[in-house]
């Protein structure tokens, strides 16, 4: 099988994990909350498009985060998903002069609808501590937030490895080493909104906005300098040759 075609399959089998998760995910829904979920919808959407080139791989990384971890948490699964996959098609959407890509949309879209549903079955399995809130919410976020993490960084190094022809073990090292931090920073800010919304009310999410803007122009600069570095080893390396 060459590598079109593991690709192909690769995609279908995706599309296929993310309709049956989100719809196995609908089905266990509890009680809908249509306020708070448009409030986070607008949020996540509109933060998507705050994205930071990954340096050394065909991809980028939106600071929305915080906001799917906030739906995956405190929304049903169905709305949870629909956070997810509408952020992700604004994420996905090109930007003006931009190609439009719906093999990319779709994989992205499928990829998001499985680790979001995952993320939120998980996050509010029956099994979590019913009484204790302050231990239930930090393991219902470190739950959602692993689920997402590994959701997202193994298809995506998957079908890079198999796009690229590049062994998956070291694209997935990469990427997991890449991203990390970032998911570690958005649990610890989703938990302490949580915390907080409870006293403070939902709107404090609101301030986590420019919170995730800041951590935008961080990463930004990080990952400029850090292209800026390969690219001048690269030529020490060429002109030392």
């Known amino acids: 099988m060459n590598n079109t075609r593991q690709i192909k399959t690769f995609i279908v089998a995706m599309v296929l994990a993310g309709i049956g998760a989100a719809g ?10 249509a306020y708070l979920a448009l409030a ?16 050394g791989m ?3 990384m939106s600071v929305n985060l915080p906001f799917l971890l906030t739906a995956v948490v405190s929304l049903s699964a169905a709305e949870a998903v629909l956070v997810a996959a509408a952020s992700t098609i604004v994420q996905c959407w090109p930007r003006k002069n931009g190609k439009f890509n719906p093999q990319q949309i779709t994989f992205n879209l499928s990829m998001m609808m499985f ?28 739950l959602g937030a692993a689920a997402l993490f590994l959701g997202q960084t193994v298809p995506v190094a998957r079908i890079v490895a198999l796009t690229e022809g590049k062994p998956f073990t070291k694209l997935w090292r990469e990427l997991a080493q890449l991203s990390f931090p970032y998911y570690v920073l958005s649990a610890g800010v989703t ?11 939902w709107g404090l999410a609101l301030a986590v906005f420019p919170v995730m803007f800041g951590i935008h122009r961080s990463y930004r600069m990080y990952f400029s300098r850090m292209v800026e570095s ?9 002109a030392g040759a």
Not at 40 to 55: D, H, I, N
Not at 124 to 133: G, N, R
């Open 24 to 33: 196995y995910g609908s089905f266990r829904s509890h009680a809908q909350h």
């Open 58 to 60: 065909n991809g980028n």
């Open 40 to 55: 986070v919808l607008a949020l996540a959407a509109t933060s998507a498009r705050m994205k930071v080139k990954l340096p």
């Open 115 to 142: 680790a979001t549903a995952l993320a939120s079955l998980l996050a509010q399995a029956q099994w979590l501590p019913a009484t204790a809130w302050e231990l239930r919410t930090p393991l219902s976020v470190l």
């Open 191 to 201: 938990s302490m909104v949580q915390a907080c919304g409870s006293h403070l009310g």
């Open 230 to 238: 390969m690219q001048t080893e690269v030529l020490v390396k060429a």
